[in-house]
């Protein structure tokens, strides 16, 4: 982990991606560890969490590049 994000920092960013409902359903929450592949969860949330660790951190600047462009729309749109 990184010592400057607090666990509020990260169920803050995982909730403003839309993902802290299916991490609460997951039997060890945050503390769930995931695979290589991102499992148990899905691409679409893999990439989803991927935003939200970027976002715990609190960057003055976040480049998105197209890795975020294989997103359900409606993913995509409820991101913004």
Known sequence: G???VSPSD???????VGLLPRIRQLSAGLDTVLNVKGAPLSSGET?????ARA????PRLLVLDSCFDTLATSDRLALW
């Not at 990439?47 to 935003?51: A, G, T």
């Not at 976002?55 to 609190?58: D, G, P």
């Open 2 to 4: 990184r010592p400057n």
């Open 10 to 16: 990260v169920r803050e960013a995982v909730d403003a």
């Open 47 to 51: 990439r989803r969490m991927l935003l």
């Open 55 to 58: 976002l715990a951190a609190r």
